[in-house]
């Protein structure tokens, strides 16, 4: 595709249930990451994907959180038994892995409510 | 911990102001990007400076690093409706970008 693609853009869940967010990377691109951002502020940063592997896991909240990414492609993040103050967009973002300054290039986001 | 911290967090001015938003931390970085975020999306990649004291344009824009590479500014001049959004900066630091919390600009016509 054109562009980094989410999905769903939108997920209401119930405190307890388990969630799951997809994302699909620009093809090509090496490099993926994860953030979570709160209402109108900046973006926190979760876990870093190059190709399949992730070097860096260190801003997964806690261990209910976890990430995947097979074939260096699509991505998915799994929340088990949501809380409420998991609520938040979750924005994923790939880079080729080559440019030097790793500029990143971000999908839509998912915006998750848990009630 | 690398912070960046940004200043003003919301400001709201009318059509054809000029605007300054400061990006600053107490570390060095490698380089640091500018982003812009219209609700609903996700931020759009704007700039990036890479040289203590480069200045880049773009149309309006004009992005500023400082000399030590700790801080940033973003200046926007005769500043428009459609310059309306969250402005985000972030520093490169170890391969790992740094996010600040982000500038809420509001311009009224």
């Known amino acids: 595709g054109a562009g980094v693609s989410q999905s769903p853009s939108n997920k209401v869940t119930e405190k307890g249930k388990d969630v799951e967010l997809r994302c699909d990377p620009i093809s090509g691109h090496t490099a993926l990451y994860w953030y979570r951002q709160s209402l109108g502020q900046g973006l926190e940063f979760l876990i870093y994907?190059?190709?399949?592997?992730?070097?860096?896991k260190s801003g997964l909240p806690s261990d209910r959180f976890s990430a995947e990414r097979t074939g260096g492609s699509v991505s998915t993040l799994t929340i088990q038994r949501t809380q409420q103050e998991d609520s938040a967009v979750y924005l994923c973002a790939s880079s080729p892995g080559l440019l030097v300054h790793n500029e990143q290039f971000f999908g839509p986001g998912t915006r998750l409510t848990v009630l | 911990t690398q912070l960046l911290e940004q200043s003003p967090q919301f400001l709201s001015i009318q059509e054809g102001e000029n605007l300054t938003v400061y990006c600053n931390s107490s570390s060095v970085f490698s380089s640091l990007q500018w982003y812009r975020q219209e609700p609903g999306e996700g931020p759009v990649l704007l700039v990036t400076?890479?040289?203590?004291?480069e200045v880049k344009k773009l149309k309006r824009l004009t992005f500023q690093f400082g000399d030590a590479r700790k801080d940033s500014s973003l200046h926007i001049t005769a500043a428009q409706p459609g310059d309306t959004g969250l402005y985000l900066c972030a520093g490169l630091v170890g391969g790992k970008l740094i996010f600040g919390q982000g500038t809420e600009l509001s311009v009224k016509p």
């Open positions: 994907f190059q190709g399949n592997s992730a070097p860096d």
């Open positions: 400076v890479v040289t203590g004291g």
